[in-house]
């Protein structure tokens, strides 16, 4: 994609700025990211001082994450293949919701990060009623079935019940979510994506609780810990 399209997704997606200084700040360690699918998002970690590791259940993503010369295994979230305390970041974006032990996932990712690690989730959320239509009519995304639909509230009472204290987040997505359609099917009607990005950056200001996906920057819970 061409980087002027990049710099207005960019704007609307401010996660990944938020992504990039979590990783930062866990230099040197390990990073995993859980149903890293083709490697798109552990590329952009490119150039940081962490030793990347993906997991895909897939065999066509995981060859496609390969032949970006990434390091990437095939299994799930519910049974990792690594000892305790391995990673100093956890990375996971747009998967828990199909998957149905999501509790067991949790509970993975929480054993297999360092005490002073963080685990950044990005997920979809139900709080957007034309998000809530589309799911009922369409529950399958991309091949991959849609296991569960929370809203906002649900997943902070989810990390909190899995031992985890919300350090940051964000809700973002209005609409735009449904634009992205077209150029997916259609990559020319791409030069309009900077008008969505700005009358959806607007749409949030005013409808911020109508937000279709959210972030978190999560920590182990201090007193379970102790």
């Given at each position: 994609?061409?980087p002027?399209?990049?710099?207005?997704?960019?704007?609307?997606?401010?996660?990944r700025?938020?992504?990039?200084?979590?990783?930062?700040?866990?230099?040197?360690e390990?990073l995993?990211?859980?149903g890293?699918?083709?490697?798109?998002?552990?590329?952009?970690?490119?150039?940081?001082?962490?030793?990347?590791?993906?997991?895909?259940?897939?065999?066509?993503?995981?060859?496609?994450?390969?032949?970006?010369?990434?390091?990437?295994?095939?299994?799930?979230?519910?049974?990792?293949?690594?000892?305790?305390?391995?990673?100093?970041?956890?990375?996971?974006?747009?998967?828990?919701?199909?998957?149905?032990?999501?509790?067991?996932?949790?509970?993975?990712?929480?054993?297999?990060?360092?005490?002073?690690?963080?685990?950044?989730?990005?997920?979809?959320?139900?709080?957007?009623?034309?998000?809530?239509?589309?799911?009922?009519?369409h529950?399958?995304?991309?091949?991959?079935?849609?296991?569960?639909?929370?809203r906002?509230?649900?997943?902070?009472?989810?990390?909190?019940?899995?031992?985890?204290?919300?350090?940051?987040?964000g809700r973002?997505n209005?609409?735009?979510?449904?634009?992205?359609?077209?150029?997916?099917a259609?990559?020319p009607?791409?030069?309009?994506?900077?008008?969505?990005?700005?009358?959806?950056?607007?749409l949030?200001?005013?409808?911020?609780?109508?937000?279709?996906?959210?972030?978190?920057?999560?920590?182990?819970?201090?007193?379970?810990?102790?």
């Open positions: 994609m061409h002027k399209l990049l710099y207005f997704r960019y704007k609307l997606f401010r996660y700025a938020v992504e990039q200084a979590v990783a930062r700040r866990q230099g040197g390990r995993l990211d859980i890293c699918g083709d490697g798109e998002n552990l590329l952009r970690f490119d150039g940081l001082p962490l030793h990347r590791v993906g997991l895909e259940v897939s065999f066509p993503r995981l060859q496609t994450a390969r032949r970006h010369g990434l390091d990437v295994l095939q299994a799930g979230g519910e049974r990792l293949p690594f000892p305790d305390g391995a990673f100093g970041m956890v990375y996971i974006a747009h998967v828990l919701h199909h998957v149905a032990e999501y509790e067991r996932v949790l509970a993975e990712m929480g054993r297999v990060l360092a005490d002073d690690g963080r685990l950044f989730i990005v997920e979809t959320v139900t709080d957007n009623p034309l998000l809530r239509l589309g799911r009922r009519l529950p399958v995304w991309q091949g991959d079935e849609v296991e569960a639909s929370w906002f509230a649900d997943l902070k009472r989810i990390f909190a019940a899995a031992g985890f204290e919300i350090e940051e987040y973002y209005i609409f735009f979510f449904l634009w992205e359609m077209l150029p997916l259609f990559w009607f791409e030069i309009f994506t900077p008008i969505f990005v700005y009358l959806d950056l607007l949030e200001k005013i409808f911020p609780q109508y937000a279709a996906h959210a972030y978190f920057v999560l920590r182990k819970d201090e007193e379970r810990l102790s």
